[in-house]
């Protein structure tokens, strides 16, 4: 179909099935999508064969910095995401054009690392399409326009929703949709840890592009194991939502890394690459040593993976069996974990900076002992995730923007499908 036809099925409702079921206001996705066409056509025009696709922001909802441990998570791909108008070229140029940004340009004979693009966009589409080519996948180029409304820096993993687009588009432009959402899901890690240089676990990737809401068991990351959930919270009488406090992430990467290298070195003074593998007992026997050795703050990240991977479990017991009060204590447990033990509520570079810990105070304060919140993914500047129940959110909503300003606080739900293409 012509950018035109796309359009007139939008006006006539022909995808309003699919923009339910990942938005709820079709109004306003009909409203998006459309413009999206709108700046397409702008950039290229006269094309055929255009199609649409998603990828969601995750939540994290248990398991904070554990997977890159070989730990286990909880999380749900959510229903703010980054969308995308595609076609093939045939040129062997592939051609991103995200709003408020550079067109990026890669050419599919060119997939080969490139230092000087570590830490920019164009580095994840590289990444990514050589994942394709080295799985025999032959590209002939695309053209695309992208727009997010997940918010850069929320902790809702705009860079991952991005990463699971860019092969979502791919796999259904080249690959007839084949690759599976969890190897799409190891590509868009590799891009990330490879060619854009930020070392991370595949908790993100793996959310965002299999959508719902997962437990996923990393101790063998190259073959995670998964299970969905059933997790309605809203009939539990809460809504979930997350608080965007403004913090600045961009001179926080070596704070993230530091965690993982934290862990490692407790790790291989126990004798293994990576927690999940230590022997929590003799861990705790040598605790003295392993603090001379290794640093106060590598014991007690320590002592919160032991503890965290523990209450993934639980977390996940409690929402099976229903018991939705001992999951939200297990949440704010997690939470706490998070700020003592963790320490990712701040970064010590910049202590004047604490967006994080006022939300939170703040919130505490308003729910009275009711709900749960705690950080929301990486930490150290970002977002809050909140449990409130319904009847309190426009009031909580009201009382954290006088604070963080009109529209910090969203309400999310858990979409049931990852990257997506609209048909």
């Known amino acids: 179909m012509n950018i035109n036809q796309i359009k007139a099925n939008i006006s006539a409702g022909n995808y309003d099935k699919d923009f339910s079921m990942l938005y709820g206001d079709v109004p306003s996705a009909r409203e998006r999508y459309t413009k999206a066409c709108d700046s397409f056509e702008e950039l290229f025009p006269s094309h055929s064969g255009i199609r649409l696709f998603s990828a969601p922001g995750r939540t994290e909802v248990g398991g904070n910095h554990t997977d890159h441990q070989h730990g286990s998570v909880l999380a749900g791909g959510v229903n703010l995401d ?4 595609a076609a093939k070229n045939d040129s062997g140029i592939i051609r991103i054009k995200s709003e408020g940004y550079d067109m990026d340009t890669v050419s599919v004979d060119d997939l080969d690392k490139k230092p000087q693009e570590e830490g920019r966009a164009i580095s994840l589409i590289r990444g990514i399409c050589s994942s394709f080519s080295e799985r025999g996948v032959k590209l002939s180029g695309f053209d695309a326009y992208t727009t997010s409304n997940v ?6 993993s705009s860079s991952a929703a991005f990463e699971v687009l860019v092969a979502t588009i791919i796999n259904g432009l080249f690959a007839e949709s084949k690759v599976s959402p969890e190897d799409i899901a190891k590509m868009g890690q590799y891009a990330e840890n490879v060619y854009f240089g930020k070392p991370s ?3 993100d990737q793996m959310a965002s592009s299999l959508g719902g809401f997962t437990f996923a068991d990393f101790h063998n990351p190259k073959e995670p ?3 969905k959930i059933n997790l309605d919270i809203s009939s539990f009488g809460y809504s979930l939502c997350v608080v965007d406090t403004g913090g600045n992430h961009a001179n926080l990467t070596d704070d993230y890394a530091d965690i ?17 593998d230590a022997d929590e007992a003799r861990f705790y026997e040598n605790i003295a040593s392993l603090r001379e050795k290794c640093g106060d703050r590598s014991v007690l990240r320590a002592i919160h993976f032991f503890n965290e991977q523990k209450r993934v479990y639980m977390q996940k017991s409690a929402l099976e069996s229903g018991n939705f009060e001992e999951f939200l204590q ?5 939470g706490q974990s998070s700020y003592d033990l963790l320490q990712n ?6 202590v ?8 939170l105070a703040l919130t505490k304060q308003f729910l009275a002992g009711r709900g749960a919140c705690r950080v929301h993914g990486g930490g150290f500047a970002g977002t809050i995730q909140c449990y409130v129940p319904s009847f309190m959110l426009d009031g909580y909503k009201k009382m954290i923007e006088k604070v963080f300003g009109k529209n910090s606080c969203m309400p999310i739900f858990i979409r049931p499908v990852g990257g997506y293409e609209i048909v």
């Open 82 to 85: 980054v969308i995308a108008v």
């Open 151 to 156: 918010l850069k820096g929320s902790g809702l």
């Open 201 to 203: 676990g595949l908790l």
């Open 225 to 227: 194991v998964t299970e």
């Open 260 to 276: 993982t290298v934290e862990c490692r070195k407790i790790s291989n003074a126990l004798g293994v690459d990576f927690l999940r």
């Open 330 to 334: 297990l949440v704010n447990e997690s």
């Open 345 to 350: 509520l701040y970064s010590t570079s910049a």
């Open 352 to 359: 004047s900076e604490q967006g994080l810990p006022v939300a």
